[in-house]
Structures are given as C-alpha cells and as structure tokens.
C-alpha cells in the first residue's frame, strides 16, 4: 500500500473512534519491499511500530526458507528501520539451522537495539511448498533436541540482554511488549476488517466470532452492506476453551479471577479441576502461581514445551461434560 493511502485510513480511524495519544500503530514489513524514503513516508503518514520478517541475516538460511531477498537486503532493512523508529520488532525463524546460528541472528538483532524479537519455530502447513518438500523427503523435522536447545538458547541470550520472554515466541524490553498480540492472548475483544479478516468481538454481553469475506472483489462489492461471511455466538464452554489455548502462552499465565470473568465461574470450576492442577503441578509444568491470593495457571519452561499437551489435557474435562471438540495448532 502507498504510505498515502496508510494516511487516509489512519485518518478515518480517527474521525470515527477515539485514540489514546499514546496508541501503537504497527505496520508488518518486509526487507525486499521498501527504501528509507518509503519508510519514512509511512512514519510520517502515523506509524509508529515495525514489526520487520527478517527470519535471518543469513543468506544460507534465507535461500532455505524460500525468501526473495538475501542477508545484505535484510541488514539493510534493518538498519533503515532502526534508524527511522524507536519502536520496532525483528521476526526470526528458528527450528532448521544449529544453535550457533541461531546466536549469530539473535546477536545481531541485538545489535539494532531491537526493543522486541519475535521467534518462531518452523512450522510446516499443509499445501505449501515447504510441505510438499517434506513429503517429498528433500527436507525432514529438525530433532526434538535441536528444537528444545534452540529454545534455551533463544532464552538465555535475549534475557542476557534484559530482553524478557513475554509470551512464548515473543520477546521484549519491559514496556516494548506488543499490545496488538497481547489483545488476542489476553482474550480481549478484537476487529477486523479487511477482507477474510477474524473478529472477536464483545457485543451485548454476548462474545461474538466473525469472518469477512475473503474474496477481496466481493469483498469490495459489499462495503456498506454485511461483509460478513460468518457470524456465531460462542458458548460459556467455547470461550473458555479459546482463553486458556491463548493464555497459556503467556509467561505471566492466566488468573483463574479472569477466566472465571470471561467465561463463568461455575464453567470454569466444573471443567478444570483441582485434581488436574494438583497434577499438573507435581509433574512441575506448571508453578505454585496457582496457590497464590489470586490463583494462577502458569507454565513452568517444561510446560512451555509442552504447551498443546497441558492445554488438551485442561481442555479435556470441557470434550466430557459439553461434547465441544477443540482443535489445537502448534504454538
């Protein structure tokens, strides 16, 4: 998009709504697609957060993940942004390449004084190419140990830097957390509203899951009418199921007082049981968080690895008693 056309939406948003003063504006950017004057066109159009899909500064490890640009385009982009924001995150990739690697990306992400760095293990969805590529066997998982070192390492360097997991991918200097991200695994009401875009929202006391359509020409065709391809009221069961699969990325965990809110306490109480937190708890996945004043449900880094697991296992009691089927991606 032309950083004009930022403007105007961003000018619109604030005719119809009002906007703290202090109201973070992220716009996603890749390294191949823009120069330092298109960037500071986008700043000056009311950016005020990049979140940059560097995956990494190598050109081995770029060329792997089938990216257009190479690793001097992406130290490039980098610098470009660090120079024109204060407030920006880095993206990375990790899950394929050694740990050594792996230090040398997250040393010079550092290395921008990066307030946020987001890492993410690969991950391979169905019907793309690295997919086919793995059925094909000219790629294969990386090792459970590769993954689990990866993990430690991410950890160790970054908080050596006083960059703090936040959440289980992200990373941040305290107050540089991302507040978009933290809307959704807080569970808090969220909109969108571009085509195929996801909504939650809260509406009447009643929480509300939405889908656009996602044709951008019909999309287009109906602006003004329902674009809304899908529309559902979800239940006590189903909300609370969604706030524990979100929260429970959260390093700080979820207090039961806010699932208790968000769902209904006696849903909450039926479906996770003390049993299961004492289980939980002895098997050291979880913390004493959950004996504290306020209770907390929060994963130890052992339950971080093992996160679909703990959350299938809190979610079972909820298949039993209400029939209600959760699927669960990997994190």
Same mark, same amino acid.
């Given at each position: 998009m032309h950083p004009k056309a930022i403007g105007e939406m961003l000018n619109c948003i604030h005719s119809l709504c009002h906007m703290k003063d202090? !109201?973070?504006? =992220?716009?996603?950017?890749n390294p191949a697609t823009f120069d330092i004057n298109r960037m500071k066109n986008f700043r000056d159009a009311g950016i005020n957060r990049i979140s940059l899909g560097v995956q990494s500064f190598s050109d081995k490890n770029l060329h792997f993940l089938g990216r257009i640009y190479d690793g001097k385009q992406a130290m490039i982009g980098a610098e470009i942004v660090a120079e024109i924001f204060e407030n920006f995150s880095f993206d990375l990739i990790y899950g394929y390449q050694n740990a050594k690697n792996l230090e040398k990306d997250l040393l010079r992400a550092i290395g921008f004084e990066c307030k946020h760095i987001s890492c993410y293990q690969l991950t391979f969805e169905e019907g793309t190419p690295f997919h086919l590529r793995l059925l094909a066997g000219d790629i294969r998982h990386a090792a459970e140990k590769t993954i689990i070192e990866s993990f430690t390492v991410i950890r160790e360097i970054l908080l050596n830097h006083d960059i703090q997991r936040y959440e289980i991918s992200n990373y941040a200097i305290p107050g540089f957390e991302s507040r978009h991200n933290l809307s959704y695994w807080k569970y808090d009401d969220y909109l969108g509203v571009g085509p195929g875009a996801h909504s939650r929202v809260s509406l009447g006391g009643r929480k509300q899951e939405m889908i656009k359509i996602a044709n951008p020409f019909l999309w287009e065709k109906s602006v003004?009418?329902? =674009?809304? =391809?899908?529309v559902k009221t979800l239940s006590k069961e189903e909300k609370l199921a969604e706030a524990i699969i979100v929260g429970l990325r959260?390093?700080?965990?979820?207090?039961?007082?806010?699932l208790r809110r968000k769902s209904s306490r006696k849903t909450v109480d039926a479906i996770i049981s003390r049993k299961q937190l004492d289980f939980l708890l002895?098997?050291?996945?979880? =913390?004493?968080?959950?004996?504290? !004043?306020n209770p907390t449900i929060r994963l130890t880094d052992d339950g971080l690895m093992k996160i679909d697991s703990v959350a299938e296992f809190l979610l079972n009691n909820l298949a039993k008693a209400s029939g209600t089927v959760v699927f669960l991606k990997k994190m």
């Amino acid at each position: 998009m032309h950083p004009k056309a930022i403007g105007e939406m961003l000018n619109c948003i604030h005719s119809l709504c009002h906007m703290k003063d202090d !109201v973070e504006i =992220t716009m996603e950017a890749n390294p191949a697609t823009f120069d330092i004057n298109r960037m500071k066109n986008f700043r000056d159009a009311g950016i005020n957060r990049i979140s940059l899909g560097v995956q990494s500064f190598s050109d081995k490890n770029l060329h792997f993940l089938g990216r257009i640009y190479d690793g001097k385009q992406a130290m490039i982009g980098a610098e470009i942004v660090a120079e024109i924001f204060e407030n920006f995150s880095f993206d990375l990739i990790y899950g394929y390449q050694n740990a050594k690697n792996l230090e040398k990306d997250l040393l010079r992400a550092i290395g921008f004084e990066c307030k946020h760095i987001s890492c993410y293990q690969l991950t391979f969805e169905e019907g793309t190419p690295f997919h086919l590529r793995l059925l094909a066997g000219d790629i294969r998982h990386a090792a459970e140990k590769t993954i689990i070192e990866s993990f430690t390492v991410i950890r160790e360097i970054l908080l050596n830097h006083d960059i703090q997991r936040y959440e289980i991918s992200n990373y941040a200097i305290p107050g540089f957390e991302s507040r978009h991200n933290l809307s959704y695994w807080k569970y808090d009401d969220y909109l969108g509203v571009g085509p195929g875009a996801h909504s939650r929202v809260s509406l009447g006391g009643r929480k509300q899951e939405m889908i656009k359509i996602a044709n951008p020409f019909l999309w287009e065709k109906s602006v003004g009418n329902d =674009t809304f =391809t899908y529309v559902k009221t979800l239940s006590k069961e189903e909300k609370l199921a969604e706030a524990i699969i979100v929260g429970l990325r959260l390093a700080a965990g979820i207090p039961l007082a806010d699932l208790r809110r968000k769902s209904s306490r006696k849903t909450v109480d039926a479906i996770i049981s003390r049993k299961q937190l004492d289980f939980l708890l002895a098997q050291r996945l979880i =913390t004493n968080a959950i004996h504290d !004043v306020n209770p907390t449900i929060r994963l130890t880094d052992d339950g971080l690895m093992k996160i679909d697991s703990v959350a299938e296992f809190l979610l079972n009691n909820l298949a039993k008693a209400s029939g209600t089927v959760v699927f669960l991606k990997k994190m």
